[in-house]
């Protein structure tokens, strides 16, 4: 099994910066790939970014594209989201997510999930 923990989260002020940690333990070496994933308020769950832990490929949806960037330290075991010109809409529940076959995009494609930590921005 896969255990996966996420920190970072907090409240902001618009045009500010977060950077998120998701620390992975467990059987990591069967994981393709990690990701995040996050729903807001009254919102489907909508994937954010993620990346292959082999070859190190990163994936960052449109709507963050340009403000986010996901990286991973495998000696660490910990995948990261760096968060910058945050804006209220990107108010959410973020989640971690890792899975070993399929799209790292694919919400439904994900083995495991964290619990996840809230990001609040304000206007």
């Known amino acids: 099994q896969v255990q996966l923990v996420e920190s970072g989260g907090g409240s902001v002020q618009a045009g500010g910066s977060l950077r998120l940690s998701c620390a992975a333990s467990?059987?990591?070496?069967?994981?393709?790939?990690m990701g995040w994933f996050r729903q807001a308020p009254g919102k489907e769950r909508e994937w954010v970014a993620c990346?292959?832990?082999?070859?190190?490929?990163?994936y960052t949806a449109y709507a963050v594209k340009g403000r986010f960037t996901v990286s991973q330290d495998s000696a660490k075991n910990t995948l990261y989201l760096k968060m910058n010109t945050l804006i209220p809409e990107d108010t959410a529940v973020y989640y971690c997510?890792?899975?070993?076959?399929?799209?790292?995009?694919?919400?439904?494609?994900?083995?495991?999930w964290g619990q996840g930590t809230q990001v609040t921005v304000s206007s």
């Open positions: 467990g059987n990591t070496y069967s994981l393709a790939y």
């Open positions: 997510a890792a899975g070993r076959a399929g799209g790292c995009a694919d919400g439904s494609a994900q083995m495991y």
């Open positions: 990346i292959y832990r082999g070859m190190d490929s990163t």
